[in-house]
């Protein structure tokens, strides 16, 4: 039977999808916003994170922490991250326990508690998260927060910290983060999916009743991003003192997802071709064959989904390896395997990597809230909240272009190389 995906827009501009399943007993609720890192100005660093934080201290008729005891007294789990081009705070609860979950997510789209006393813990909570999971954490942020951006792109929107500085939110005052939610927490600038047991007219009238008299705003004007493609190699090295190895990452700039779908789709299998699993080609040759390294695998912009991004957006092999003078040697293998693929990829090669891809998308979207999330991603940036259901077979059209993708855009002129050394190696 064929996924049944609702669409439909509310007199505030707030758009709704609704992707029913009555074989489950639980549902999941999930609000974007179109707003991440690459919002941020100058001098605003890590304000998109910083605020995703500060929409969990309250609303007009919630107090701080009030809606966690609500939802996990339901027998739910919520959270929120930011990405960068958007923010997502998403549920999951048993199928009665909708309704609360959308009382509660309208409640802080219509008035979060903006307040100094919020905005002055939730500083110190996100310096707090930044030391532990980024100054003091072995291998932290690399290399998706500070080594590879700033190879890989020009401007700031796409080249600077999201994580921000700790000067820029020392900074960040009560006007501008009103500001920043007047911007950009606007209905129009939203999407509320619903996935699970819950059908299309009850999620509709539901969504109706909690959002339908948030008022209207107008949507902050959505730049451009784009960035010409690197013109030569570029390379950067850093010493990380609490990292046990060395390890490098190679970014490469890829075709955009949305504008160039069949190549960046081509793309994505190229890269699980290469190190998807202890059966892909540089694990092969890197960890079992050369022992070369410890380990290899992919990033996405530098994180774990490649389904999250606008153009412009990377991918990052990384490795670990044992010894300094390796790297050279890692770097040659790397684009010896490229060079292979770019000589010709037969069907059969890529027919493991499509069926593991293909099952892994298929658990992935069986949790609902994962559906909810992936979903709004697609309807957010493609307008086409369906593709979660359309993903696999997208993918098997596309491996015909796996090595032109593999020719066109993995050539040393398109990448930025970062090098991470263990303090006190050379």
């Not at 996100?126 to 998706?144: A, D, S, T």
């Not at 939110?169 to 999916?193: I, K, M, Q």
């Not at 699980?272 to 410890?294: C, I, M, N, Q, W």
């Not at 593999?406 to 991470?420: K, Q, S």
Request: with cysteine.
């Amino acid at each position: 039977m064929e996924a049944v995906v609702d669409t439909t827009t509310l007199a505030n501009g707030l758009k709704v999808v609704v992707l029913p399943d009555p074989s489950t007993s639980v549902v999941a609720l999930a609000v974007h916003y179109d707003v991440g890192f690459r919002s941020e100005p100058p001098g605003s660093t890590g304000f998109a994170h910083l605020f995703e934080h500060l929409m969990f201290q309250g609303s007009e008729h919630l107090d701080k922490g009030e809606l966690p005891r609500l939802i996990q007294g339901s027998g739910g789990i919520f959270n929120g991250f930011t990405r960068p081009d958007a923010t997502v705070y998403f549920e999951q609860l048993p199928a009665g326990a909708l309704e609360l979950a959308l009382y509660c997510e309208a409640d802080r789209m219509r008035a979060p508690k903006i307040t100094e006393e919020n905005l002055s813990n939730q500083i110190a909570v996100v310096k707090e998260e930044i030391r532990v999971n980024v100054l003091n954490q072995p291998y932290g942020g690399f290399p998706w927060l500070v080594d590879l951006p700033p190879l890989l792109f020009e401007t700031f929107a796409n080249a600077h910290n999201g994580y921000g500085s700790f000067d820029d939110l020392d900074a960040a005052s009560l006007e501008d983060v009103r500001g920043f939610f007047d911007r950009y927490y606007c209905p129009a600038n939203a999407v509320v999916t619903i996935a699970g047991a819950v059908d299309a007219a009850s999620a509709h009238t539901m969504v109706e009743r909690y959002f339908g008299d948030i008022p209207e705003r107008d949507v902050a004007p959505r730049p451009s991003f784009s960035e010409p493609l690197l013109s030569g190699e570029r390379r950067s090295e850093r010493v990380d003192s609490h990292a046990p190895l060395p390890a490098l990452a190679i970014g490469y700039r890829v075709p955009d997802p949305i504008g160039d779908e069949e190549r960046y789709d081509a793309t994505v299998l190229m890269a699980s071709l290469l190190t998807h699993g202890s059966a892909s080609r540089l694990f092969d040759r890197l960890v079992r064959r050369e022992k070369l390294a410890s380990d290899v695998g992919a990033m996405w912009g530098g994180l774990d989904s490649a389904w999250t991004s606008r153009d412009p957006t990377y991918l990052a092999f990384v490795v670990h390896y044992p010894d300094t003078g390796l790297a050279e040697r890692i770097i040659s293998s790397i684009d010896d395997e490229i060079d292979a693929v770019a000589a010709g990829v037969p069907a059969s090669a890529l027919e493991p990597v499509l069926a593991q891809l293909t099952s892994e998308h298929w658990m992935h979207v069986d949790r609902k809230y994962e559906l909810a999330v992936q979903a709004g991603f697609f309807e957010q940036q493609r307008g086409r909240a369906r593709l979660a259901f359309e993903l696999a077979d997208r993918l098997a059209a596309a491996a015909s272009r796996v090595s032109d993708v593999a020719a066109e855009w993995f050539a040393p002129r398109n990448r930025g190389v970062c090098i991470l050394v263990p303090g006190g190696a050379s």
